[in-house]
């Protein structure tokens, strides 16, 4: 059974920051990856999609990363902002056609001004 | 926007009683989903569509059903509600781009089952 951590559960940096945001899955055979953000009460919101053949997607200051030999991703966030802050959510899919996604549980990041 | 809508959005329910949730797409997506989310849990699929009257489990199926009678509308349905199906449900559809598989969420249902 695919299993998908994400560490760490909370994060909280100054403003104008790096950071990167880890997720670990158990099953290499994965089809995607994807990286939302969720908003206190909202919705999720796609940020991030890689396919299994891909090592990364950029989309302005995010960077996603995939290995899927050892089962990671990174998300880099290059200059945080606080309109940054937010749970982000790491999510892979094993075939094409229904995305049964199996999610980690968060990491909640804090972007103090 | 991916032209989601969930309704109702704050449910409140006594314990023994029906309720359905209402998905409905404007985006002509081939498949919908139904996942619940909970402190400690995350995000866990409930069911899903692949189309008009096919549907399958997911993960946490046991006192839900699903139908879907028109591409735009995908129903989840609690029987008889409990104190342990209190929870955020969202609905996501995909399929649009069939080869990326992105998915789009809807804002969630609140449902408190007393």
């Known amino acids: 059974k695919q299993e998908v951590t994400q560490i760490p559960a909370a994060l909280s940096v100054p403003e104008g920051e790096n950071l990167v945001l880890n997720c670990s899955f158990t099953?290499?055979?994965?089809?995607?990856l994807q990286w939302f953000r969720q908003d206190p009460g909202k919705g999720l919101t796609s940020l991030l999609l890689?396919?299994?053949?891909?090592r990364e997607q950029t989309s302005g200051r995010l960077n996603a990363s995939l290995d899927k030999s050892s089962g990671r991703s990174t998300l880099y966030i290059a200059a945080s902002q606080p309109g940054d802050s937010a749970t982000y959510l790491c999510?892979?899919?094993?075939?094409?056609?229904?995305?049964?996604?199996?999610f980690g549980q968060g990491t909640r990041l804090t972007i103090n001004p | 926007d991916a032209g989601i809508t969930q309704s109702p959005r704050h449910k409140v329910t006594e314990t023994g009683t029906p309720v359905t949730l209402r998905c409905h797409q404007t985006?002509?997506?081939?498949?919908m989903y139904w996942y619940r989310q909970d402190p400690g849990h995350g995000l866990r699929l409930i069911h899903y569509?692949?189309?008009?009257?096919?549907?399958d489990k997911g993960e946490v199926s046991d006192g839900y059903s699903v139908s879907r009678s028109k591409t735009e509308d995908f129903l989840l349905t609690l029987e008889s509600a409990t104190s342990s199906q209190t929870s955020v449900y969202f609905c996501?559809?995909?399929?649009?781009?069939?080869?990326?598989?992105?998915?789009?969420f809807g804002e969630g249902s609140r449902l408190t089952v007393l």
């Open positions: 996501a559809i995909s399929g649009r781009v069939l080869v990326t598989g992105e998915l789009f």
């Open positions: 890689i396919q299994s053949s891909q």
């Open positions: 999510a892979v899919s094993k075939i094409q056609g229904a995305q049964k996604l199996v």
């Open positions: 099953d290499s055979a994965i089809y995607n």
């Open positions: 985006e002509n997506h081939r498949y």
């Open positions: 569509s692949y189309g008009v009257k096919d549907t």
